[in-house]
């Protein structure tokens, strides 16, 4: 069973800084993209970045600049560090991974998500 665990969330002040990880088990197969998503309850779940098996990323525009997502294929692991937090960051972060399946197609999973609060 594939599971994903998300640590490293909490409370922060303005302009500080958190790194989330994403731990993954039971994984038997070759992850594709690895991402992190958030969600402010009422709304719907937001991409905050995502980065591609090679490295490669993209980020929200509301995040480029601070926000740095990475990954360790061989711990299949991912990150994410951000640096100067608003109260606008506030969220629940999801991680997220997918696999390709033979039709092509993407089959996602996610984890539980980690509460991120940015306040004075």
């Known amino acids: 069973q594939v599971q994903l665990v998300e640590s490293g969330g909490g409370l922060v002040q303005p302009g500080g800084s958190l790194r989330l990880s994403c731990a993954t088990s039971?994984?038997?197969?070759?992850?594709?993209?690895m991402a992190w998503y958030r969600q402010v309850p009422g709304n719907k779940r937001d991409l905050v970045a995502i980065?591609?098996?090679?490295?490669?990323?993209n980020y929200a525009a509301s995040v480029k600049g601070r926000f740095t997502i990475s990954r360790d294929n061989a711990k299949n692991t991912v990150y994410l560090q951000m640096n100067d937090l608003g109260p606008e960051d506030t969220a629940v972060y999801l991680c997220?991974?997918?696999?390709?399946?033979?039709?092509?197609?993407?089959?996602?999973?996610w984890g539980q998500g980690t509460q991120v609060t940015v306040s004075s």
């Open positions: 980065i591609s098996r090679d490295g490669s990323a």
């Open positions: 997220y991974l997918d696999k390709i399946l033979t039709n092509g197609a993407r089959f996602p999973y």
């Open positions: 039971g994984i038997t197969f070759a992850i594709n993209a």
